[in-house]
């Protein structure tokens, strides 16, 4: 139950330490409930992001779909570098391009549908190392780790770097966090009032910058109005969100997931799509003694399938 | 306590019948709680907004707090206009130059600075007609209606006009509503990381469009990302924000405030302050079928200060 994922050891102790502190009513460290407000990263913390992030998994199953129905669009470049997986081709002429084909993709339709068709994607898709599911990919440990916040009365928010319509799609199934608790990457949208009908109506740009790096923090004031005490993430988009966190009045516990679990799970350096020369967040980690959480050694099991390990 | 400051009467009536009719399991328009969202407007629906915004008379005093600083700024037609309480001269040439002065107020600021000087200025402002604090003039009505949502589950947002920093520093203690619930029109604030700690400083432009029209239907997708089944407002500002709730899938319930009561409250019709020659918004609600709400016949008592009335 509590925490039963995490081996002893540094950051499950960090984790718990936390708790009695803000939690303790005289404490010197007491942070009212209103004030405990929690920030996860999604991809690469909350579940895994590789060999692509769910998103991207979605989105390249819904470009096989367009090109079926209309041939001629697999003569674009860029169209034909994704379909045969060749990021580097694909953004040889930087990463505009490829972002262009991908919104292009549902310009047009409505919030509704786009919602309607990432549910019906995730009814099928399967992980293709681990042939299960995408809810069957999330991090046991954290699921944990969210249910032992929330009995602490915290607000939990999902802060993404991914597009806020896809994650919000499946966040209440596989992390048990509702809509309007995730924070993301967007695109503009427009109302359209028709005959009396209103409805809106996605267009083809992104409505501000991506949510990366310090537009992470920019975000969670202008979303959550309140700075986080707990942030966890695993790259260096989260660099800013973990140090919004970390710097506030109160006290914070900051986590970053190391993937070094090349077994179970992955083992890369977490980057970044969009900053892939950037100082190892893990690096940051250990200079503003923030935890680190090593997936080899601090996960008794990473993923529901694993059993108890 | 339930609804006992409303007085029997259609609006009462539909509110009644829409709560049976959402959460009746077994009924044909049950809606399940993670899906009953409900939004308000703030000035004018949720509290008093005459003879000015409360944001209004804080900027102000700000504003008069600057010149007592600087005195040369009243040198400015626009200050001095302001100064005098004439927002017809202030705003001759447009309103973009009296927003760039108040904006010029704060720029600099970090949001928790500005935040503590919304508190400051709450705990001693006072009303010019009713001599009482601003938290005084929340319409008790309103406040049983919030009390009766969330009792049956509802997660209640205020989606306000006003700037969403004003409305958080101030929307616990008088509608009981957190900051992460409240959208609202918003400045652009900047990341600055100065020696390691962390800052949100606010800047002199508008962070996009002002949260009315349009922009409210679609700053509830961006912010909650379901469809709303209740909203109320009061003036042409709210109109498409109830349309969106009016023309989804669900049951839903829409409620205008016809402020029509000048010996307890004002008498005026709703406009935004952006679109004065704008249609009635009451003549939308009769033409849409939504509930009036008057002042004068539906509510028993208006604020706390009134007695049972």
């Known amino acids: 139950m509590k925490l039963d994922s995490w081996r002893e050891g540094p950051p499950r102790a960090a984790i718990l330490d936390f708790l009695?502190?803000?939690?303790?009513?005289?404490?010197?460290?007491?942070?009212?409930?209103?004030?405990?407000?929690?920030?996860?990263?999604?991809?690469?913390?909350?579940?895994?992001?590789?060999?692509t992030y769910a998103q991207a998994a979605f989105l390249l199953a819904e470009l096989r779909d367009r090109v079926g129905a209309r041939p001629e669009l697999a003569e674009q470049p860029v169209v034909s570098a994704l379909l045969a997986g060749d990021m580097r081709k694909a953004s040889e002429h930087g990463i505009d391009p490829v972002v262009e084909v991908l919104l292009d993709l549902h310009a047009g339709r409505t919030v509704d549908e786009f919602a309607a068709l990432v549910a019906t994607w995730f009814e099928v898709a399967q992980h293709p190392r681990f042939g299960v599911g995408w809810d069957a990919l999330a991090y046991v440990p954290m699921l944990e780790l969210l249910d032992l916040l929330r009995a602490n009365a915290f607000h939990v928010f999902v802060v993404t770097g991914g597009g806020v319509e896809f994650v919000r799609a499946v966040s209440?199934?596989?992390?048990?966090?509702?809509?309007?608790?995730?924070?993301?990457?967007?695109?503009?949208?427009?109302?359209?009032?028709?005959?009396?009908?209103?409805?809106?109506?996605?267009?083809a740009t992104l409505r501000g910058s991506p949510n990366e790096g310090p537009p992470k923090a920019v975000n969670i004031h202008a979303h959550i109005g309140r700075r986080p005490i707990l942030a966890a993430g695993n790259s260096p988009g989260d660099r800013e969100m973990l140090e919004y966190a970390h710097t506030g009045d109160r006290p914070a516990l900051c986590l970053v997931v190391d993937h070094d679990d090349e077994d179970?799970?992955?083992?890369?350096?977490?980057?970044?799509?969009?900053?892939?020369?950037?100082?190892?967040?893990?690096?940051?980690?250990?200079?503003?003694?923030?935890?680190?959480?090593?997936?080899?050694?601090?996960?008794r099991r990473i993923f529901s399938g694993d059993g108890p390990g």
Chains 1, 2 share one sequence.
């Not at 199934?173 to 996605?202: C, K, M, Q, T, W």
């Open 20 to 51: 009695s502190r803000v939690t303790a009513e005289n404490g010197p460290g007491f942070v009212p409930a209103s004030e405990r407000i929690a920030v996860f990263d999604a991809d690469g913390t909350l579940w895994c992001e590789r060999p």
């Open 172 to 203: 209440e199934r596989v992390f048990g966090i509702p809509p309007s608790d995730v924070v993301g990457s967007a695109v503009e949208v427009r109302y359209e009032n028709e005959s009396g009908h209103s409805r809106l109506i996605r267009e």
């Open 264 to 299: 179970r799970e992955y083992a890369y350096q977490g980057a970044a799509a969009t900053d892939p020369g950037a100082t190892s967040i893990l690096d940051t980690a250990t200079e503003r003694g923030w935890s680190l959480v090593s997936m080899r050694r601090d996960w």
